[in-house]
């Protein structure tokens, strides 16, 4: 029997709306999607919950807000609870929690848990070095004051953050990922759970809210780390107050590395989700790659649907050392599943883009449709991205042809303009307008008459007729654009 394969499971998603959308948060997402259905495939009441953890008021923004529903629309993850589909532990929106928040500070405050600290960041620093501790962080000067030190401190002005009186000894946990972890106190100091002004920090709001939605796994990045033990200790007091029934199991994913084995960052330009959407990844594609960033379904295979990694993912099998974040694996898994959409699914999937290209109007006519259907086939192998479809299909929806100047430079020198010249008298002749015939007319002009090498004879046509060297194949492509286009293309070549 498996970790999840029984009883009740309840796994979430709790990004901060801050920044654009990425790779690691797709990948938590990712996993705890597929851990959540694995469960309910082995027989477990499991549910996927969507928590926004927006209490941190300066760093939040609207824009990431709905890149966040954007994004995870686009990838077609769902979930079951969540800010926009509700719940029975609704809010999922922390900023709409205040009420709950305060009133658990007060019970903790209540029961002694925590208590109220007056001392400026520079005081706790200064200490510090007094002392020489190489204890990092705050050293409970504040546990114990007496009623005349905090009117005086009262009396000065200041406002107090509350803090968790944190336990003596060691916190130890199972960790699902990377097996047993072991933190001692003295390197966990008293911990603020509310700022000056009152408001809550992620400290306190994200265990409280993973206690009150019965949270039962916790599968997140392992730069949160550092915070369980916190969490864990925070987690006795809840239960002691009567906001927690368990402490929730935890598993902490590897980091995902990027160039120059540098932990990938929010600078980096492959961090960003929507790019590779904009780019013409296939979301399966990318779901796949992510999927590779810490786990594997077989030794020797990578690419996989997302039902097979929900019947094979199990978080045991997560590897916690750091994964490397490689960009040309990401295309190559992407390209693999290009190559299994039908002709049909290609289309479908590339409309969008070329629409976005201004290549088909919205809504595609009638004629643009029936078009694209016969040019589907011939680029539908050929491109890796959908965005590669912009590029190759261009020629056959615009009336003008959109030169590359640099293909142009290059191919059409004098010598191709007067192999396009032959080309346009040779198809003249030619009375019935299909790839084959257009083949052996241009064959017997350009080859057999000319004694040109194929790629000198084709090239020029190539560029004149589609704009750029790589278009879909040549003789198909002509057939595609019809008789007259073709030869008034041919004629009208930059010279
Ligand atoms: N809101 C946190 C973040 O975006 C995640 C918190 C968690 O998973 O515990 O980093
Ligand atoms: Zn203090």
Redesign the pocket.
């Known amino acids: 029997m498996t970790e999840s394969s029984t009883g009740t499971v309840r796994v979430r998603m709790?990004?901060?709306p801050t920044g654009s959308p990425h790779v690691g948060l797709a990948r938590t997402a990712l996993y705890n999607w597929a851990f959540a259905r694995h469960a309910a495939l082995q027989g477990a009441d499991a549910t996927f919950v969507f928590r926004i953890?927006d209490t941190d008021k300066e760093r939040n923004t609207q824009e990431s807000y709905d890149s966040l529903f954007e994004v995870m629309a686009w990838l077609g993850l769902s979930w079951d609870e969540g800010p926009d589909v509700g719940g029975p532990y609704a809010p999922y929106r922390q900023s709409e929690r205040s009420d709950i928040y305060s009133d658990v500070l007060a019970r903790l405050r209540e029961g002694g848990w925590s208590y109220d600290c007056y001392c400026t960041t520079d005081e706790v620093a200064a200490r510090r070095l007094e002392s020489g501790s190489k204890t990092m962080g705050y050293d409970g000067f504040c546990r114990e004051l007496t009623d005349a030190q905090v009117e005086a401190f009262r009396a000065e002005g200041r406002a107090p953050v509350v803090r968790f009186r944190m336990p003596e000894g060691e916190i130890s946990f199972d960790d699902l990922v990377r097996g047993t972890v072991t933190f001692h106190s003295d390197h966990v100091p008293d911990f603020a759970l509310a700022r000056a002004n009152g408001d809550p920090l992620?400290t306190l709001v994200?265990p409280v809210d993973d206690a009150m939605m019965k949270i039962t796994h916790?599968l997140?990045g392992e730069d949160?780390l550092s915070s369980t033990p916190r969490q864990i200790a925070l987690y006795d007091a809840l239960k002691a107050i009567g906001v927690a029934e368990t402490t929730p199991r935890f598993g902490h994913l590897p980091y995902v590395m990027g160039e120059g084995n540098k932990k990938l960052s929010k600078r980096d330009p492959e961090a960003h989700l929507l790019a590779y959407r904009d780019d013409g990844f296939l979301p399966e594609g990318l779901l796949n790659y992510l999927a590779l960033l810490g786990w594997s379904i077989a030794a020797d295979r990578d690419v996989f649907s997302l039902d097979e990694m929900v019947a094979a993912f199990e978080i045991a099998d997560v590897n916690p050392n750091p994964a490397r974040f490689d960009l040309k694996k990401a295309e190559a898994i992407n390209a693999a599943h290009m190559r299994l959409l039908s002709s049909e699914e290609m289309t479908e999937r590339v409309t969008p883009y070329l629409q976005r290209a201004g290549i088909l109007s919205d809504p595609v006519t009638a004629e643009q449709a029936d078009l694209l259907v016969r040019a589907m086939p011939l680029v539908g192998e050929r491109i890796n991205k959908l965005t590669e479809a912009v590029d190759m299909l261009g020629f056959l929806f615009h009336d003008e042809v959109g030169y590359d100047e640099a293909d142009v430079a290059k191919i059409l020198d004098p010598t191709g303009v007067e192999v396009v010249d032959a080309a346009r008298a040779a198809l003249e002749g030619v009375s019935t307008w299909g790839h084959e015939e257009i083949e052996s007319a241009l064959r017997e002009a350009l080859i057999d008459g000319l004694g040109l090498k194929p790629r000198v004879a084709f090239g020029p046509v190539r560029v004149a007729v589609t704009g750029r060297r790589i278009s879909p194949p040549l003789f198909e492509s002509l057939e595609l654009l019809g008789r007259e286009k073709s030869l008034a293309r041919l004629g009208s070549v930059p010279r």
Do not use: T, W
């Open positions: 709790a990004p901060s953890e992620y994200a916790v997140r949160l």
